[in-house]
């Protein structure tokens, strides 16, 4: 690891080899914890390269506890996390809305790191068990339509990564990789990143893949579709740009979509809206990702999966689909 961070500080980049193989022998405990956090910190204060990246994700695909509910034909909805923005949960309310909509949802989630309350902290709140066992998530999307995928379960390579993380409480290169190590290998996906340089690899290192994807970055730096602004929009087919009125809705105010200011204020906005008792802004918000993962899934205009999120959220099939996995989580 000194001869890495030597090269590292020296501005130096590593091979998709190189970078593989560091991952894997963090995983197998062989650096101590003060070489870790200083391997994080590099990536603070330079831009990962594609190689690099590349390199971390096939280490933790390849470490990774997998699960195959590719029968399902589910997709993810997950955002890198680390834009800094506070808003409310909005991709794990997107999922609810999304497999209530009749889509399979395989969410992968963590616990928040840059944030006040990430996906599994505002789960684990609202009663959700986290498995990994095949029996229980395979009941889990039957019957829901959703399951969990909480990530230290699936990914217990990086058990000696999460403490440190914790403590440095900023985003590192892991938020760049959560999204795109989902245990499910689901083949679609939509994905929000936290800046544009970001948008662009994520877009490379998808398209060799055989997904259906969609990579969302808000201009005014949200890792979702906030409705503040426009938002550039990357998939397997086409690049375009995303405006409020796509979805046939106004702009909102940043200040409409923060989250709560801790994990009991998240957990009552998560279940207002869920609840029908959201504001036109949230509500909004939460379908237009909900709508753009239904379309990329059915095939349809992000305009009309716009309009089946809406119809899943306000007849209450969310909600009915978080209180099915409630359910199934006190088995």
């Given amino acids: 690891m000194k001869e890495t961070l030597n090269r590292l500080i020296n501005h130096d980049a590593l091979s998709k080899d190189d970078a593989k193989q560091i991952l894997v022998n963090i995983a197998k405990g062989e650096y101590n914890t003060s070489q870790i956090a200083a391997f994080l910190t590099v990536y603070m204060m330079r831009s990962i390269t594609i190689e690099e990246l590349e390199g971390f994700r096939d280490a933790l695909l390849e470490l990774c506890v997998a699960i195959d509910l590719s029968a399902y034909n589910p ?13 409310f949960n909005i ?7 999304t497999a209530g909509a009749g889509v399979k949802v395989t969410k992968h989630g963590n616990y ?9 902290n505002v789960m684990e709140f609202l ?3 986290f498995s990994n066992e095949r029996d229980f998530l395979e009941k889990s999307i039957d019957e829901a339509g ?14 000696n990564v999460g403490p440190i993380r914790r403590e440095l409480g ?4 892991f ?4 999204p795109m190590v989902n245990p499910a290998f689901p083949k679609n996906q939509m994905v929000g990143v936290f800046n544009l340089e970001l948008a662009r690899m994520y877009g490379y290192l998808y398209q060799n893949t055989n997904k259906n994807f969609t990579i969302l970055h808000a201009l005014d730096g949200y890792d979702e579709i906030s409705l503040t602004g426009n938002t550039k929009t990357i998939s397997n087919k086409s690049e375009s740009m995303l405006r409020p009125e796509d979805f046939g809705v106004n702009k909102i105010q940043q200040s409409e979509i923060l989250g709560g200011e801790d994990i009991n204020g998240s957990a009552q906005i998560f279940m207002d809206v869920l609840q029908g008792r959201g504001t036109e802004a949230q509500n909004n918000v939460v379908c237009a990702n909900a709508g753009v993962a239904i379309a990329i899934v059915k095939n349809i205009s992000p305009k009309e999966g716009f309009e089946k999120a809406k119809e899943s959220l306000l007849s ?13 989580s006190k088995n």
């Fill in 75 to 87: 997709v993810d909805l997950c955002g890198t996390g680390g834009d800094g923005k506070d808003t």
């Fill in 91 to 97: 991709s794990t309310l997107a999922s609810f809305v």
């Fill in 112 to 120: 928040g790191v840059s944030s006040k309350c990430g996906s599994s």
């Fill in 127 to 129: 009663g959700i068990k």
């Fill in 146 to 159: 959703i399951c969990v995928l909480h990530a230290p379960l699936f990914h217990p390579a990086m058990k």
């Fill in 170 to 173: 900023v985003k590192t290169f």
């Fill in 175 to 178: 938020n760049m990789l959560g």
């Fill in 316 to 328: 209450g099939r969310g909600l009915k689909a978080l209180k099915r996995l409630q359910e199934l």
